[in-house]
């Protein structure tokens, strides 16, 4: 919600102000994160490994990881793995107490698209299109309760 300007502002002061909202929302946004992972050309759909990065988001990775060992998909076990590369890299790079992290953030983007082709008949071919998935996972400390 922006206010109204007033008589006296004009319009390249109201420009200003708002470009300086947005930076400041983009700082936020890529703040300097804790510790990450992050995997690419993962050969699933990213539509497929989304269903499993829903239901581990806020969770302690704990819990995050007996959670995937036991979803009967093929991404939990690819995302499963991400995080604990994440979890490596909090506690030898970052020096972080794994008791206290949970997922921040996961993030699953599209990779290439691999375009293959499969012969049907009467000559003709129906295009394969093999989708591959990048996955970012931002692990962060949560305060002692």
Same mark, same amino acid.
């Given at each position: 919600?922006?206010?109204? +300007?007033?008589?006296?502002? @004009?319009? +390249?002061?109201?420009?200003?102000?708002?470009?300086?909202?947005?930076?400041?929302?983009?700082?936020?946004? #890529? &703040?300097? +994160?804790?510790?990450?992972?992050?995997?690419?050309?993962?050969?699933?759909?990213?539509?497929?490994?989304?269903?499993?990065?829903?239901? !581990?988001?806020?969770?302690?990775?704990?819990?995050? %990881?007996?959670?995937?060992?036991? !979803? /009967?998909?093929?991404?939990?076990?690819?995302?499963?793995?991400?995080?604990?590369?994440?979890? $490596? *890299? &909090?506690?030898?790079?970052? *020096?972080?107490?794994?008791?206290?992290? #949970?997922?921040?953030?996961?993030?699953?983007? /599209?990779?290439? @698209?691999?375009?293959?082709?499969? +012969?049907?008949?009467?000559?003709? &071919?129906? /295009? %394969?299109?093999?989708?591959?998935?990048?996955? @970012?996972?931002?692990?962060?400390?949560? $305060?002692?309760?």
């Amino acid at each position: 919600m922006e206010s109204n +300007p007033t008589p006296q502002e @004009t319009r +390249p002061e109201k420009a200003k102000r708002r470009a300086k909202k947005r930076v400041r929302a983009e700082r936020r946004r #890529f &703040a300097r +994160p804790k510790a990450m992972s992050v995997s690419h050309h993962l050969r699933i759909s990213a539509q497929k490994i989304r269903l499993v990065c829903d239901q !581990i988001r806020g969770k302690r990775v704990e819990e995050a %990881l007996s959670m995937l060992e036991f !979803i /009967p998909r093929k991404g939990a076990k690819l995302v499963a793995r991400a995080l604990r590369s994440g979890i $490596a *890299n &909090a506690e030898n790079n970052k *020096n972080l107490d794994v008791d206290t992290l #949970f997922v921040k953030r996961i993030e699953v983007g /599209p990779g290439p @698209t691999v375009k293959r082709f499969l +012969p049907r008949a009467q000559g003709r &071919a129906t /295009p %394969l299109l093999k989708r591959t998935s990048h996955v @970012t996972i931002v692990l962060d400390e949560k $305060a002692a309760e």
